[in-house]
């Protein structure tokens, strides 16, 4: 007979087999139980974190009086944080909301779903459905689905913005592109900060750019607020570029008629020079006229420097 690591005595072939088995079936019994207990306070915690970020009335306080004048109560401080949390949910749904009606609206996703009022027909356009399914107006329906776009552009730059801001900017989206209107917002927060923003800045702002102003439709939103505030300022015309010299015109047409004379061509027109040049320019294997411009950038900022002086 012999002792086992367990501080049992081995007997029999029988008896050793009944113990080990005894043994390892108590062992899986103990690891069942560790991740059935590991499991269910996974489970809980998820339980406890959905219910955290479940949005519901019944998580907004009723209306109750004042506790008293001045400072909050720790238990008003907490009743204002929930209220607060409601209307920024509301800033966030209003975008699903639109966003969905656009998806339904492209997809023409309602074309299947029986009128309420009329259930022999189907619904024939989004905004039918809107009015009648969820009580959204027609009007309403539209600035939503032009709006969500800019919205959305604007929460993932990590923007807080409102219903009332997003509607300020519809108008410069349908009127130049979504990476303008999304520029008007930036410009705005750079100049006064992102805290400060409110939908009457914007419509100012916007307001206050001229009717024949050029933006291009590629450029990224920082690249156009610049040129927004730069036209503002009155740093830049309405084309969005900065004024020619009448000077630098009269050098570049003689240069252009150099430039003919030497391909033995006739007049070249102006805009067929600045091609050319913008194609030297970003010409990544022959860097000379990249050179040339930043030498005169440089030059140029060293002599603004010294007039402050």
């Given at each position: 007979m012999s002792e086992g690591k367990f501080g049992v005595t081995w007997g029999a072939e029988e008896e050793t087999t009944t113990t080990a088995a005894e043994l390892e079936a108590a062992?899986?019994?103990?690891?069942?139980a560790s991740t059935a207990a590991i499991e269910e306070r996974v489970a809980k915690a998820v339980d406890e974190a959905v219910e955290a970020v479940r949005p519901g009335l019944d998580k907004i306080p009723d209306p109750v009086e004042p506790a008293g004048e001045g400072a909050l109560t720790p238990e008003e401080?907490?009743?204002?944080?929930?209220?607060?949390?409601?209307i920024d949910l509301h800033d966030l749904a209003w975008v699903m909301a639109a966003k969905a009606l656009d998806t339904m609206a492209v997809g023409r996703l309602f074309r299947t779903t029986p009128h309420k009022l009329e259930p022999e027909?189907?619904?024939d356009t989004i905004e039918e459905w809107a009015e009648v399914e969820k009580g959204i107006s027609v009007s309403k329906c539209n600035q939503w689905r032009a709006a969500w776009p800019i919205g959305e552009v604007l929460m993932a730059r990590g923007y807080e913005t409102n219903p009332g801001q997003i509607r300020e900017l519809v108008p410069v989206k349908n009127a130049y592109s979504l990476n303008a209107a999304v520029a008007v917002y930036v410009l705005v927060a750079d100049s006064v900060g992102a805290d400060k923003v409110t939908a009457k800045r914007l419509e100012e702002t916007r307001k206050l750019m001229p009717g024949n102003l050029q933006l291009e439709d590629d450029e990224d939103p920082e690249a156009l607020a610049m040129t927004i505030k730069g036209v503002l300022l009155g740093e830049l015309p309405a084309s969005g570029a900065p004024a020619i010299p009448p000077a630098v015109k009269r050098a570049v047409d003689s240069r252009a008629i150099a430039l003919a004379d030497e391909l033995n061509r006739g007049r070249i027109p102006r805009a067929q020079v600045q091609l050319h040049l913008l194609q030297a320019f970003a010409d990544e294997k022959d860097p000379t006229v990249f050179n040339a411009?930043?030498?005169?950038?440089?030059?140029?900022?060293?002599?603004?420097?010294?007039?402050?002086?």
């Open positions: 062992e899986a019994s103990r690891t069942q401080e907490e009743r204002l944080r929930q209220c607060k949390d409601g027909r189907c619904y411009v930043l030498k005169r950038m440089k030059d140029e900022e060293k002599a603004q420097k010294k007039r402050r002086k």
